[in-house]
């Protein structure tokens, strides 16, 4: 499935599909929905029911395997081997982080790819989260690509595409996500039953499947931690207690949104995300000093390459709340 934001974007690619690059990198913010994009796709090149550039027909043969997920012209590589639900899986929970893409994945397509195509010459495979291919992962990749079986397209999925090696990077054909426009991610929320959709797509930075993801799990929670981060109440070590009760991945991302807040207060005295709390963040960010804000940011962004893998989630709390003592 597409989402409404993205059918131009779709009617673009498909117009490519006589002069199909080895691979092409969709890129962009996550929780817009570039992974369900990518499937889709895979799915309307393989599909021989449907019309010139449009969506796959959903009836042919080669649709019905690619949906049962054994079509033998197409394969993924990710952390999971599971395909998306009907519904939108980036408005799942995040997937708890399983490590790499391995070079022995990479190698393992290598049958795949020498052995002639099934059906119409046509092979795909989707690499999602491409960021996770590990450095010899993307190795072996580049020499794929750089003599490209033919008939073969990748798809490489990734919201931090800086993170791939330049010389990957080179081999695929951009092609850039923009998040979608406020009216048509405001009506599609409205449309899954979001009753706050203005507040969600801020908290979201404007991603609408990280919206719904909020809004399925946003309770008091993130705002009773916001709270309690400029509560003087609330020794260092209650709060972390309180913060290590979430994934890292979680209070981080609450923790950065709240911190670029606070910047934003302090120079156009406005909240992006959090803004139902703006008047906290207003109060917070006149007692704070410009250059702790900043410094605290650069802590968190660095904190952020590193919350997938292992670490003490207490001792990453005390060292990344310690700043909001001083603003209190
Ligand atoms: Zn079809």
Redesign the pocket.
């Known amino acids: 499935m597409i989402y409404p934001w993205q059918g131009q974007l779709f009617g673009h690619v498909m117009q490519q599909r006589d002069c199909l690059p080895s691979a092409w990198l969709l890129q962009g913010p996550a929780g817009i929905g570039k992974r369900d994009f990518a499937w889709h796709l895979a799915q309307a090149l393989l599909?021989?029911?449907?019309v010139g550039d449009a969506a796959?027909?959903?009836?042919?043969a080669?649709?019905h395997w690619f949906k049962a997920g054994h079509h033998p012209d197409f394969r993924s590589l990710g952390l999971e081997e599971e395909a998306p639900s009907e519904t939108s899986e980036e408005a799942q929970p995040p997937r708890k982080p399983s490590g790499q893409i391995t070079v022995d994945a990479v190698r393992a397509l290598e049958p795949f790819l020498q052995a002639g195509t099934h059906r119409q010459g046509l092979r795909v495979v989707v690499i999602e989260p491409a960021e996770a291919l590990n450095l010899h992962a993307a190795n072996a990749l580049l020499k794929t690509l750089e003599e490209p079986p033919a008939g073969t397209l990748f798809l490489l999925v990734t919201p931090v595409h800086a993170r791939l090696p330049a010389t990957l990077r080179s081999r695929c054909r951009k092609l850039p996500f923009p998040i979608p426009s406020r009216e048509k991610a405001r009506s599609w929320l409205s449309a899954q039953g979001v009753e706050d959709p203005d507040l969600l797509l801020a908290l979201a930075g404007g991603a609408p499947l990280f919206a719904l993801r909020l809004a399925n799990q946003e309770g008091s929670a993130r705002p009773q931690w916001l709270k309690q981060l400029a509560d003087p109440a609330i020794s260092l070590p209650q709060l972390s207690e309180s913060t290590t009760k979430w994934p890292v991945s979680e209070w981080l991302g609450w923790l950065q949104r709240w911190v670029h807040d606070l910047l934003s207060q302090k120079l156009v005295h406005q909240a992006c995300f959090h803004v139902d709390l703006a008047s906290l963040s207003a109060r917070q960010a006149e007692r704070a000093d410009l250059a702790v804000l900043l410094a605290w940011e650069r802590q968190i962004r660095a904190a952020r390459r590193l919350e997938n893998h292992p670490l003490n989630p207490r001792l990453l709390a005390e060292s990344l709340l310690l700043p909001a003592l001083s603003m209190r």
């Open positions: 599909c021989e029911g449907g796959p027909c959903g009836q042919c080669p649709c």
